[in-house]
């Protein structure tokens, strides 16, 4: 286990903002820590830092304390925060260069690294420039920069995506798998489940400072939404195909819309579906089985709660 | 490992203290507060130093301290270099220091800086050493400036107990310094808004340098009443007057230097006649005697610097990364 914690309580006074935490991610894991504004996401990473106390519970991050041994720890971990900012007036250069210094990095070696990761993160050519000058997305990138530069173990991304264009998101999303690729461990958070889906291998929905759910998308989807297979059908026309539909075994809803069909099933039924058009006259245009959104398994899972309430 | 309350810390608090102090004192140096500081302080310096020149012109007597003179005279409408350092100073290491931390917070640099391998301890110590050095720096230059100008204007060169009793001065002025930057420090810390900070730190200030003066009146009168059939009653009062205006650390600052400048001073509070029998008024007294009246301030100031430093600290331990 790299990150791992028991019972972890994070208190504000009577607010409870983290609440007996337990969550363990393996080595070379790309883990979401998913859930709304003030769900205690952030409170959470900072404990798992050092840099907050924990009102109870343990944490072990690559095997240290982080209370006792956050020196160790630190230097294995890269943390990028929510907000990052720089010294607006120091060049991208100057402000990896602080960094490399109280990472305590020898200068040629920060040199080299330095320019390495700029380069990565294509930001050699503005390094120069003051970092007042740069936008949103090219400072997220050199927060990355300055993560990659002390070669972490585990990577922490405080809502990477946020204030970035749908563009520059998937393009730093694209860079955050890269990390995955080399081995690195990433723990990130984020409130808007349905960009950072894609890349998480495993992810725990966060509710009022409690890990609610916790599983791979699909898994979780299936738990949430009843195991359905989810398939969508364009074919022309349309009359009457819903009730041959309805008759096939396993198929639990069918719902007409502007753009076609929606099938729930308990199988990936395509095959049959396919089948059942072509016998009823029609032509099949499309036949495609729908990606269960994590937006959907979270909004219906709340329903759920609700109703149970 | 089991956590335990009783297992220490690892590594050194200091790992990281060069890295923050050297990038502190960049800034510091490059700061556009500074080269404003600079030139009023280069200012008041010829200015002071002019003035004392002119006055001491004007003596004939032979007066073996002559450098130190330069100091502390003063020529209407100029006050002496030592008023303008007792004013300026202040000033100057608020300016460097009333958002030290704030800063950090405001823009958002302060998580990235902690999530490195550096304990807070490093980051507050960089910062108020980086601060020090950089007053330390701006004082060597004037003090160097005042003195090679003061060659030129007198063409005395000073004895060599002047030059020690000007070093000692000096270290008492850097002592001064340090009080305000720590109450510039302690502001940063408690105030997340920078004008606040600088506000609150400057409000210190002219408390202790036009009001206190007034308070400490007041409460001595309160304190020793004055019985006008009980000429001890006096003394009981000046002594409380004494006791409360040291508080402040510009009355402190004032006494000190007043010993180390003036080698005639014998003391720092009222003297009785009988203690005069058998002295030499005016006679100046050797250095050690001097360094010794000037001792309990000297003490006082760095004191009250490092319980700033020590409040400072607390106060940021505690403090939480996010806002």
Redesign the interface.
Known sequence: MVIETRGLTKRYGKVVAVDGLELSIEAGEVYGLLGPNGSGKTTTILMLLGLTEPSAGTVRVLGFDPAREPLSLKRQVGYLPDSVGFYGEMTAWENLAYIARLNGLPRALAQQRMERVLERMGLAEVAQRPVSTFSRGMRQRLGLAEVLLKEPKVVILDEPTLGLDPEAAQEFLKMIQGLKNEGITVLLSSHLLHQVQAICDRVGLFHQGKLVLEGRVEELAQRVLGGAYRIRLEATPLEGLAERLRALPGVSQVQTDAAGLKLEAQQDIRPQVAQVVLEAGATLQSLLLEQPSLDEVYARYFQEVRHAA | ?Q?SSR?????SPW??LW??F??EMT?HLSSTRMRILEVLILLSAVGAVYAGAQTLRQTISEDPFLLLRVFTAAQDPLPSFIAFLSFFLPLAAIALGFDAINGEYN???L?????????RDALLWGKFLAGLATLALILLALFLLVVGLSLIFLGVPPSSEEVARALLFLLATLAYTGVWLGIALVSSVLFRSAATSALTAIAVWLFFALFWGIISQLLAQAVAPLDPFDPESQLRQAEALLAFSRISPNTLYAEAIQALLNPGVRSLGPVLISQLEGALLGAPLPLGQSFLLAWPQLTGLIALTLLLFALTYVLFQRR???A
């Open positions: 490992m956590p297992s220490k810390r690892e590594g790992t990281g890295a923050v050297f990038k800034d823009r958002n640099t998580s990235r800086i902690l999530a490195q391998p550096i304990y939480e990364v996010r």
